[in-house]
Each structure stands twice: as structure tokens, then as C-alpha cells.
């Protein structure tokens, strides 16, 4: 048995005496009694009696080795600024952020609602709720107001933090109109608004209610605001789950366990060390930038950079530019974007200094192997590790842990489950599990959860179990209802979501395989396939596909004759049963503003039938295009 496999199995076997070594990770002001209560199923609770701070572990603990050292570098491609922060001056800013919400009445799990663009006092106002023990709840700046307005009822924050406008491709977008709609939308009233004017909107203050970050700010330029020691359990924050319908899935996060998830996955996972510099492309409206542009690179001594723009302005290299700049060690992107990069000049790859970065990590959705084998080729052969998980995790369920023992990745993959995790595959008719290799099942955990994943859904214990514990016949597991194979060696494949499953004359088919073997030719750049209902077969596939030169498609003969060779590829790939029905060429495919394809809004369009919500739209041409092919 390798090293991992067997640091895997005492994760689960001997859980509590794992735990226990990782928890000192990070600093405890009391050290945990209990490593992990799981007397009510399937609620856990991790490091009970423990009492520990996050913005503490997060900040304050590296100001006696490495207080000069850079800990947030906020770089805008948008506004041409760059500001790097030291510690010690992160330090100063949180706690005047910390005097600012405690004057505006914020208390120990009050919660903040966070509406703000990739700036500074973003990160300011996160750990400035961990350091005073109230709950921060980041709501993505692209969300309009109607979403604003149903976070706001749910959370019912004390006070908001907000700023003028966000910019995105060299354009103002403004926040403040759509945060003053949203609160008259919105039934709960906070009782402050805290606004950030970064001068690039105007905006009217509401008297009584809105306050000048600037103004305040000064008023608290030499405040001392000491961490307030929380339970292990206590609720750092809570985030919102995308794309659901009806009310917003609020994710409910801890502390304690949280803090140690974060720290241990630096060791293990990513592989990052203090004075190092980590650069995550997210955003922190998503739970990639909570964990990997905020906590964990914090948690650890490193730096962080946090960056407002688009990964080709001012042009393609843009990242590479600040990969060489700030001697990046550890990357993290979603497929997405690499897909954009793929249609950038290859020579924006060459011409940085790329030496010190040690590995690319990619998560967000699945990663087609075309793709995974073009970044690896152009980084020259730096190691690209995918990794799986969810909003609700917090951190992977599936990767490589190259820090536990070096093992190779496999394209198309995101690797073996991670300790902590005991993930089994099973069948969903009836619950079995499935041990036979390269057979297809539902990914689901056996609780409880590891720590750092969601406690509950906020108020809502219910819902909680009735969403994820409910799914599978005859047993209660956490369901990530996503479909994937296991291969001989323990390699996970995600197939796609159980519910984008097309069912075509009675065969099952998962819309990634499809997907990934229409990428497979050389002329398409990136792809689309939902489900469409069909009289005749119940389903059947339609894909939408941008080409990588489109400059040969000008006629209908053009796109029928690579139309005819896309389908004769998935024929030979995955067999007739997988062809899809249609393959049309767009110039763009519909996403929300993180880059996640918006399948549903595509299916309900094929199928003539209402698209829905669609707030989170960042090109809503994209979507017409598609209406006006299907006619």
C-alpha cells in the first residue's frame, strides 16, 4: 500500500487521531476536547470546545516572522492600479475595517453581507467580520438586484458593504443602483450601508443609512481591534449556491474546521509554502476565491494575489505577465478560462519567465482532456492538476495529493478521492455500491463530511438533508449528483450532473462524454451539449460549438461539411447512440460572468420553453443567437 493510500485510509479508519495531527496546523486559543461529534446524523460537528479565530490564523500569527512580507497584492487591469500589502499592513487595514463595522452596530454573529467588485476592501471586510465573530456573506458582484434582494432576506444583514462599481473589459459597471433597488426590493432593511467610491460612478447617498468608507476609515486610522475567540463551530460565513431555483441555498461554513480543511490542503494538495505567492483567477463572489484567493494562501505565510480583469486585457499574456512579476509558485484557474487563452497568440505562453511556477490547478467544472493536454504542452510540461469539488465542500473532494506522495495525473481526470472523504460510488436505482472499474455511478460521500464542508444550509436543517441525504435509495449519503466512472487505479472520470443525464431511446447518456469528444477536433474550440426532448426517442443530444477558425464556415455548405465530420468523430468516439441530433456553430456560448455554461437556458430554448432566471447572463447575445438558429 502507498503512502497516500494508507494516509487516506487512517483519514477514515482512525479519523479523529488524523484530524487531531492536522488541527495543529493552525492556532488554537483553547484546544478542542472532542475532534468530532457525530451523535445526530448526518450533522457533524468538528473540534468541539476548540476556540479559535480565522482572521488570527489568517493574519496576526505571521506578524512576528513575516510581517514585511507581501500578503495581499490586489492588481486591476481595469483602473491600472497596483497595490501590495504587507501584513503588517493588512493588519492595520482590517482592524479599521473591524472599528468600522463595530461603530455601525455589527456584533458577534451579526451577519455582513459583502456586495463588492475584486478590490481591496473586499478582502478587508472578510476578515474583518472573522476577526469580531461575525458571519460575512459574499454575494457576486454580477448578481442583479432581484438575486440581491432574495440574499438579503435570508441572511437579513446588519450591514452592507459595498462600493460604486465593479469594471469589467475597460467599462464601469455600477453597484450602487442595483444594491439601492435591491434593498427596497427586499423585506429585511440592514441598518448601514458601508460604501467603498472608487470614483468611477456617481452615486447619491441614502441620509440615515449609507456611510463613506474614506470618511470612517480615517476616523479609525489608528484602531486596535482584538480578535474575538470563537467556537470551533461557531459560522464563519455563509455563501449562496448559484443556479437553483427558488430560494438561494445558503452554505453554511464553520470555523474551526474550516481553518484546518484550508491548512492542511495548502500541505497536501497544492503544495504551497510560506513567502511563497499564490494566484487563484476567481472570484471571491464564488467559494474558490473564499477558500483560495482569501483564506487558504493567508492561512499558510504566503501571498495572494487578488485581481480585477479578464484574462486576455490588456492582452492574453496578462497572467503570465504577473506569474513572472510575482514569482507565482501555485496557479489556480477553471477550464474556461483556458479554453479563452487557447485563442490567444501561443506566444504569450513563451515570452514570461514561468520558472517558478510548480503547478497549474484547474477546478470549477470538468476538464476536457483536449484542453488539459494544450495547457500542459504550452506551460511545457508543468504539471496541471485537476481537482473536484463543490460551494458545499469548501475544498477538494478528488485530487492528486502530490504533498501526501507524487503520483501522476491523468487527463480527463481529477484524480482519487481526498483523505477526509469517504467517497463511494453507487448505483442510483438502488443504492449499491459500484467496486467494478470503468463502471458509471452517482459520486457520494459517507458521513460525516470531513471538517471545512457545510455544516447545514442556513436556517434551514431540513433542507439540509432533504438536498443532500436524501438522494440515493436506502442510505443516507451526501449526494454530489454527479455522475463519473472509477478506473482500475482508483482515478476518478466526472461523467456530468446526474440531472444533465440524456436518456436517448433508453440509453444513458452523460452530456461530458459527448462534449469531450466533439473538443477532440481540431476545429472546435469550445462546446455545449444538452438534452432535447424528441417525440420519437424521448432525448436527443443538440451541440453548440465554437470553431477555432470560423473564417472557412461563411456558407451553409461550409457548416454542413464540418458538421458531417464532428458527428462522424463522436460516432467513432462513443458510437451512433451518442450523435447528436445537430451540431450548429456559434460565436459564442451563453455563461454566467464566473464562465459556467449556462446548459439549462440553452435546453429551455431548444425546447421553445421559458429560459428563467438568467441574472447572472454575461453576454445575453450569446443566448439570441442560439433562439434565432432554433427558430
Excluded at 407 to 431: E, I, M, R
Excluded at 449 to 469: A, I, M, N
Amino acid at each position: 500500500m502507498g503512502a497516500f493510500d494508507d494516509f487516506h485510509r487512517r483519514s477514515i479508519e482512525d479519523r479523529d487521531h488524523f484530524w487531531g495531527e492536522q488541527a495543529k496546523l493552525i492556532d488554537w486559543k483553547e484546544a478542542p476536547r472532542q475532534i468530532c461529534d457525530y451523535s445526530n446524523p448526518p450533522f457533524a460537528k468538528w473540534f468541539v470546545g476548540g476556540t479559535t479565530n480565522l482572521c488570527h490564523n489568517a493574519v496576526d500569527r505571521h506578524l512576528n516572522d513575516r510581517a514585511d512580507q507581501n500578503a495581499l497584492i490586489w492588481v486591476s487591469t481595469e483602473t491600472n492600479q497596483e497595490v501590495c500589502y504587507t501584513y503588517a499592513q493588512l493588519h492595520a487595514e482590517v482592524q479599521r475595517m473591524a472599528a468600522m463595522l463595530k461603530e455601525l452596530g455589527v456584533t458577534k454573529g451579526d451577519r455582513v453581507l459583502i456586495y463588492m467588485p475584486m478590490i481591496a476592501e473586499a478582502c478587508f471586510a472578510m476578515l474583518a467580520c472573522a476577526r469580531i465573530g461575525a458571519i460575512h456573506s459574499v454575494v457576486f458582484g454580477g448578481f442583479a438586484s432581484h438575486s440581491l434582494a432574495t440574499r438579503i432576506d435570508d441572511a437579513t444583514p446588519t450591514v452592507i458593504v459595498s462600493a460604486d462599481a465593479g469594471s469589467r473589459g475597460g467599462k464601469g459597471v455600477p453597484y450602487k443602483p442595483l444594491l439601492d433597488e435591491a434593498i427596497q426590493l427586499a423585506h429585511h432593511k440592514p441598518s448601514a450601508v458601508l460604501m467603498v467610491d472608487r470614483k468611477l460612478a456617481a452615486y447619491q447617498p441614502v441620509a440615515g443609512r449609507d456611510h463613506d468608507y474614506a470618511t470612517l476609515r480615517q476616523k479609525h486610522l489608528n484602531a486596535q481591534v482584538p480578535c474575538e475567540w470563537v467556537d470551533a463551530t461557531h459560522p464563519s460565513y455563509t455563501l449562496y449556491t448559484s443556479g437553483t431555483t427558488g430560494k438561494p441555498k445558503g452554505v453554511q461554513r464553520d470555523t474551526g474546521g474550516y481553518a484546518v480543511a484550508l491548512a492542511a490542503s495548502m500541505k497536501h494538495i497544492y503544495c504551497g509554502n510560506p513567502g511563497e505567492t499564490y494566484f487563484s483567477t476567481s472570484d471571491i463572489g464564488w467559494v474558490v476565491g473564499h477558500s483560495y484567493i482569501i483564506y487558504a494562501p493567508l492561512l499558510t505565510g504566503m501571498a495572494t494575489i487578488m485581481y480585477e480583469g479578464t484574462p486576455v486585457r490588456p492582452d492574453g499574456g496578462i497572467w503570465w505577465k504577473l506569474v513572472e512579476q510575482y514569482k507565482v509558485t501555485v496557479m489556480f484557474s477553471a477550464p474556461t478560462a483556458v479554453r479563452v487563452l487557447k485563442k490567444q497568440d501561443p506566444a504569450f505562453l513563451t515570452q514570461y519567465d514561468l520558472s517558478s511556477l510548480r503547478a497549474l490547478f484547474l477546478a470549477g467544472e470538468p476538464l476536457d482532456e483536449p484542453t488539459a493536454q494544450w495547457i500542459s504542452q504550452a506551460l511545457a510540461g508543468k504539471p496541471i492538476v485537476d481537482n473536484y469539488w463543490q460551494t458545499e465542500t469548501g475544498w477538494p473532494i478528488l485530487a492528486v495529493c502530490n504533498g501526501v506522495e507524487p503520483a501522476p495525473s491523468k487527463f480527463g481526470s481529477p484524480g482519487k478521492a481526498v483523505y477526509g472523504y469517504n467517497v463511494k460510488l453507487l448505483d442510483d436505482q438502488t443504492g449499491a455500491e459500484i467496486t467494478t472499474p470503468n463502471t458509471k455511478g452517482v459520486v457520494a460521500i459517507e458521513g460525516p463530511l470531513p471538517p471545512g464542508c457545510l455544516q447545514t444550509v442556513w436556517r434551514d436543517d431540513e433542507r439540509f438533508v432533504k438536498t443532500y441525504w436524501s438522494s440515493v435509495p436506502g442510505q443516507v449519503v451526501y449526494s454530489t449528483f454527479d455522475w463519473a466512472i472509477r478506473d482500475e487505479d482508483g482515478y476518478f472520470f466526472i461523467l456530468g450532473r446526474t440531472d444533465d443525464v440524456i436518456n436517448v431511446a433508453g440509453h444513458r447518456l452523460g452530456t461530458r462524454e459527448i462534449e469531450e469528444s466533439i473538443s477532440s477536433h481540431p476545429n472546435v474550440a469550445e462546446v455545449a451539449v444538452v438534452g432535447v426532448a424528441d417525440q420519437l426517442k424521448g432525448q436527443v443530444a443538440m451541440a453548440f460549438a465554437i470553431a477555432k477558425d470560423a473564417s472557412g464556415l461563411s456558407d451553409d455548405a461550409a457548416r454542413l461539411k464540418l458538421e458531417g465530420e464532428v458527428m462522424k468523430l463522436v460516432d467513432q468516439q462513443l458510437g451512433a447512440v451518442a450523435r447528436p441530433a445537430r451540431v450548429l456553430f456559434v460565436t459564442a456560448l451563453p455563461k454566467t460572468r464566473s464562465g459556467k455554461l449556462l446548459r439549462r437556458a440553452i435546453q429551455a430554448v431548444c425546447e421553445r420553453r421559458d429560459a428563467g432566471d438568467l441574472t447572472t447572463m454575461e453576454d445575453p447575445s450569446a443566448l439570441q443567437q442560439i433562439k434565432d438558429m432554433i427558430g
